[in-house]
C-alpha cells in the first residue's frame, strides 16, 4: 500500500510511455511524444502539460475505484501482489468509510 499523487504520475510519465510502447511500435508519433515527455521539467510542469502532449489525461488522472472522483493523492493498494496492474486506487474518504465500517466488527 502507497500513496501515490499527480506528481508522482507527471515524474514517471515518460518512462510509463516508454514501458508502454517500447518495442516495433515505438517510432513515429509514439516516440516523439516519448521525447516531449522526457523533455518536460517533471519538477515543474503540470498534469495539463502532459495532457496537452498526450492528447488526454489518462496518464495523469487519479480516480478513486470506490467514488469514482478524482483527486490530487490516492491510496494504491496492490491486489495481486504483483506491483503491477494490480493495484486499486482508493481516495482518503474512502479508506475512511471502509476503516469505520470495518472498525465496529
Same mark, same amino acid.
Given at each position: 500500500?502507497?500513496?501515490? $499523487? %499527480?506528481? *508522482?504520475?507527471?515524474?514517471?510519465? #515518460?518512462?510509463?510511455?516508454?514501458?508502454?510502447?517500447?518495442? #516495433?511500435?515505438?517510432?513515429?508519433?509514439?516516440? *516523439?511524444?516519448?521525447?516531449? =515527455? /522526457?523533455?518536460? *521539467?517533471? @519538477? %515543474?510542469?503540470?498534469?495539463?502539460?502532459? &495532457? /496537452?502532449?498526450? !492528447? /488526454? @489525461?489518462?496518464? $495523469?488522472? =487519479?480516480?478513486?475505484?470506490?467514488?469514482?472522483?478524482?483527486? !490530487? #493523492?490516492?491510496?494504491?493498494? @496492490? %491486489? &495481486? /501482489? %504483483?506491483? +503491477? @496492474?494490480?493495484?486499486?486506487?482508493?481516495?482518503?474518504?474512502?479508506?475512511? +468509510?471502509?476503516?469505520?465500517?470495518?472498525?465496529?466488527?
Amino acid at each position: 500500500m502507497k500513496i501515490i $499523487t %499527480t506528481r *508522482d504520475l507527471i515524474k514517471n510519465v #515518460a518512462t510509463r510511455w516508454y514501458n508502454q510502447y517500447f518495442g #516495433a511500435e515505438f517510432r513515429g508519433s509514439r516516440k *516523439d511524444v516519448f521525447d516531449r =515527455l /522526457n523533455n518536460l *521539467d517533471t @519538477d %515543474t510542469c503540470s498534469a495539463r502539460d502532459v &495532457d /496537452n502532449i498526450i !492528447g /488526454n @489525461d489518462d496518464w $495523469t488522472e =487519479l480516480k478513486c475505484e470506490n467514488c469514482n472522483k478524482i483527486f !490530487g #493523492a490516492v491510496i494504491e493498494i @496492490d %491486489t &495481486d /501482489n %504483483t506491483g +503491477e @496492474d494490480g493495484a486499486a486506487k482508493f481516495c482518503f474518504n474512502c479508506i475512511k +468509510e471502509a476503516y469505520e465500517k470495518m472498525k465496529g466488527r
